[in-house]
């Protein structure tokens, strides 16, 4: 039971960085209908510079925000190669964005070298019914929490949520009332890359990271972004943290080298499921 | 007020090599009822989007005085947001972004302002576009395809609301249409465009009764 607990707690943590992942998809895809290959390079280069800035002397909490900002303005960059150019189709966009994650990895291993990274999260660990866990997971799953209400708030309650559904929504419709459909993708492109780093910062701790370790976290932010549609963040986090779950019961239980193989599987019968359904993705509301 | 809201000389606009809108000279006074009517594929979207700046002029100028805002043809509801969602969108330019005066000046929208604007009819619809358009309290209204599709009650309560915001706002307006019969008896004034070219334009009521209009225009079929 007790190990059960400890599972499902973890489960729950490592989910939650990939339900970042994922929103940070969905940010993208609601806004430019681009899925975003390089999003998992968010989460490492964030990672990288968390492990730089702290060996360089900054204080937790600064290192940490400095690098989800970096990874902002990574995602900016990425997002002004992919659909900077008007009129660039949203497939061209993600094959962009497929070669920019690819070509991130001799960046990484320029500046970073090809060895896993991690750095301390928050210290100590606590005993629930049984179960030793680190605190750490809590901090993770709380920080998520907190920005997944205010991703709620910012589509459903402040005007720049709704023109940056609206510009998805209608583009023409958009351009006539007067907003720039571009510079919106592009604010979808840094909070996407905020978003990816925030997870980055927030799993390495429980989880080192290499360069390649996009791989799984962008598959798996797939998986968990796949189960809303790649337009829901609520679903997004429940897809996240089902995922989570499953992969760390699979691991205590099996084997911990099924990681990818258990996103791929939610993934593929979410898609299946979904295929039966309905014909093509659809734009849904938040 | 006096002098034009809209002052458009010598425009050109192309689409490629196709040449679109071909040395359009076209003006609308403050507070003026303008009717722009043509055929399918004259120009007359090219027009209205070159107006709100959408597209480029290849050639001629286009002057705006004070806000102009655009009922788009289509009605391009922002489908899976809210009726009062896509009012608030309509003042994206400007910082006032309060709902209650659109509402006042067409109640059918209050009862559905929480509903999702797709799901609307389309005379709702278009009611809603309108609304979205005077929520950036614009000094000229363009209005692309007003009636196309809607029903006959509906296309006259439009033109009551057109009206009336011409003549207590002074909203200058300049109306595309199909239906010619409807736009030279709205308006004051009107273009006949074909092909890229102004063919005619006058007084409506001397438009309406050149016979190569009502040929054109006012023949038999309905409106």
């Not at chain 1, 593929?268 to 093509?280: F, G, S």
Request: net charge positive.
């Amino acid at each position: 039971m007790s190990a059960f607990l400890q599972y499902l707690i973890t489960g729950l943590g490592v989910g939650c960085g990939y339900a970042l992942v994922g929103s940070g998809l969905v940010v993208i895809y609601r806004v430019t209908r681009v899925v975003n290959f390089a999003q998992g390079a968010f989460a490492v280069v964030a990672a990288m510079a968390v492990s730089t800035l702290l060996g360089a002397g900054l204080p937790h909490g600064l290192a940490e925000a400095f690098a989800v900002a970096l990874a902002g303005l990574v995602g900016l960059l990425v997002g002004l190669v992919a659909i900077g150019k008007p009129g660039t189709s949203p497939q061209a966009a993600l094959i962009v964005t497929l070669g920019i994650g690819i070509f991130a990895y001799a960046i990484e291993i320029l500046i970073w070298g090809d060895q896993p990274r991690s750095f301390a999260g928050l210290p100590g660990s606590f005993t629930l019914l049984g179960a030793r866990v680190q605190s750490h997971y809590l901090l993770i799953i709380a920080a998520s929490v907190l920005v997944f209400l205010a991703m709620a708030v910012l589509f459903a309650r402040t005007d720049v949520g709704r023109a940056l559904t609206a510009a998805a929504a209608n583009p023409y419709a958009a351009r006539v009332v007067g907003i720039n459909v571009t510079r919106m993708g592009l604010l979808s492109f840094a909070l996407g890359g905020a978003l990816g780093g925030l997870a980055g910062v927030l799993t390495t701790p429980v989880q080192q990271v290499t360069f390649d370790s996009d791989v799984v976290l962008v598959v798996s932010g797939f998986a968990a972004a796949i189960l809303g549609n790649l337009t829901r963040p609520a679903f997004t986090l429940l897809g996240g943290l089902l995922l989570g779950v499953a992969q760390a019961l699979v691991a205590g239980y099996l084997s911990t080298s099924y990681q990818t193989e258990v996103a791929l599987l939610l993934m593929l019968t979410v898609m299946i499921v979904q295929a039966a359904r309905r014909p093509t993705i659809q734009e849904e509301p938040a | 007020m006096s002098g034009r809201v809209v002052d458009v000389r010598k425009l050109t606009v192309r689409y490629g090599a196709a040449v679109a809108l071909d040395e359009v000279d076209l003006h609308v006074e403050a507070g003026e009822l303008v009717a722009l009517i043509g055929p399918n594929g004259a120009g007359k979207s090219t027009l209205v989007n070159t107006l709100s700046g959408i597209l480029k002029p290849a050639g001629g100028s286009v002057s705006v005085v004070g806000r102009l805002a655009h009922v788009p043809e289509g009605r391009q509801m922002f489908a899976s947001l809210t009726v009062d969602d896509n009012l608030r969108l309509g003042a994206w330019r400007i910082r006032d972004r309060n709902t209650a005066r659109v509402y006042e000046l067409l109640p059918g929208l209050v009862r559905v302002r929480d509903n999702r604007a797709g799901l609307l009819s389309g005379g709702q619809q278009q009611m809603v576009a309108l609304g979205r358009a005077l929520m950036s309290r614009p000094q000229v209204l363009v209005i692309d395809e007003m009636s196309l599709g809607l029903a006959p009650l509906v296309v006259a309560e439009l033109a009551a609301h057109l009206r009336a915001l011409n003549s207590q706002d002074g909203l200058a307006v300049l109306l595309i249409e199909q239906n010619a019969r409807l736009a030279l008896e709205l308006c004051s004034r009107a273009y006949v465009l074909e092909a890229g070219r102004v063919v005619a334009h006058g007084p409506s009521a001397q438009i309406a009764a050149s016979p190569a209009v009502a040929a054109a225009y006012l023949g038999g079929g309905p409106g």
